[in-house]
């Protein structure tokens, strides 16, 4: 079984950036389909972005595309957001999920 971990989130103004990493222990997550999600005060949890097994192909959700980047470092174990030009609607608590499993969460805010 994998354990997630993610970190990097923090208070940003709009316009601002923030990097997101996900570090996993357990297993590598070589070759395995990774992905963001997000939960806002009072909303369900949203898809975000996902990276393939082979990383070759990322997919976005509508509100973040041409935004929000994923990656892999497959060496370190750990896929990254990179979310640039962050509005307050981003605001909400950033899980990545792995083979069925999910980390703890790191909370982004974005001030208006």
């Known amino acids: 079984q994998v354990q997630l971990v993610e970190s990097g989130g923090g208070l940003v103004q709009t316009w601002g950036s923030l990097r997101l990493s996900c570090v996993a222990s357990g297993r590598t997550l070589r070759g395995v389909a990774v992905g963001w999600f997000r939960q806002a005060p009072g909303k369900e949890r949203e898809f975000v972005a996902r990276i393939d097994p082979s990383s070759l192909v990322t997919y976005y959700a509508d509100s973040v595309k041409g935004r929000f980047a994923i990656s892999r470092d497959s060496a370190q174990n750990t896929v990254y957001l990179r979310m640039n030009s962050l509005k307050p609607e981003d605001t909400a608590v950033y899980y990545c999920?792995?083979?069925?499993?999910w980390g703890q969460g790191t909370q982004v805010i974005v001030s208006s």
């Open positions: 999920n792995a083979v069925a499993s």
